[in-house]
Antibody, heavy 117, light 112 residues
């Protein structure tokens, strides 16, 4: 069974940093692009970025480019989201999600990040 | 960026009756490889999103056959043939044809 478990969320002050982790199990992480998607409280879904499985090429949303960095460690079956220079508008539940050809098919339960003083 | 719009934004439906959600993209979702990367996701209250349909009309594993997708180019539709109580939630269309990947605003399906 595919499982994605996010961790690392919490309360952080504006301008601060946080690193989210996504532990993957039940599939070969090396074979999949991986995504981060976020959802502000009561709002819709926003794609944050993803990381390719072979070259680790990354793509980011304009709203986070230059502040967030996605990385992966296939040996540890993990994907990461390093978030710097956090703003109030980054407050959201952050989901880790797996990509298959043509779709995002598996999602974690999410981890809440709150940016507030 | 490709903008995704959905109508309606709210859909009160009667149990056992059909429901339909429309999704429109600001430009064609046909990829240079010929595929159209339009998906539908369901998000039940308090749950993460769940994939229902991918590449317009392919039902994902375990998804009941009362869910179907159709469309082409810039106009797409998700249909629920007979709404059940467990279908309550928010439905999103999503495009993966071009970066940044983008979502529609969501359509809330609730029971009358």
């Amino acid at each position: 069974e595919v499982q994605l478990v996010e961790s690392g969320g919490g309360l952080v002050q504006p301008g601060g940093s946080l690193r989210l982790s996504c532990a993957a199990s039940g599939f070969n992480l090396r074979s999949h692009w991986m995504n981060w998607v976020r959802q502000a409280p009561g709002k819709g879904l926003e794609w944050v970025g993803n990381i390719e499985h072979e070259t680790s090429e990354k793509q980011y949303a304009d709203s986070v480019r230059g502040r967030f960095t996605i990385s992966r460690d296939n040996a540890k079956n993990s994907v990461y989201l390093q978030m710097n220079s956090l703003r109030a508008e980054d407050t959201a539940v952050y989901y880790c999600a797996r990509v298959i050809p043509g779709a995002v098919d598996s999602w974690g339960q999410g981890t809440l990040v709150t940016v507030s003083s | 960026d490709i903008v995704m719009t959905q109508t309606p934004l709210s859909s009160p439906v009667t149990l056992g009756q059909p429901a339909s959600i429309s999704c429109r993209s600001s430009q064609s979702l046909v990829h240079s490889n010929g595929n159209t990367y339009l998906s539908w996701l369901q998000q039940r209250p308090g749950q993460p999103p769940r994939l229902l349909i991918y590449k317009i009309s392919n039902r994902f594993s375990g998804v009941p056959d009362r869910f179907s997708g159709s469309g082409a180019g810039t106009d797409f539709t998700l249909k629920i043939s007979r709404v059940e109580a467990e279908d309550v939630g928010v439905y999103y269309c999503m495009q993966m044809t071009e970066f940044p990947w983008t979502f529609g605003p969501g359509t809330k399906v609730e029971i009358k």
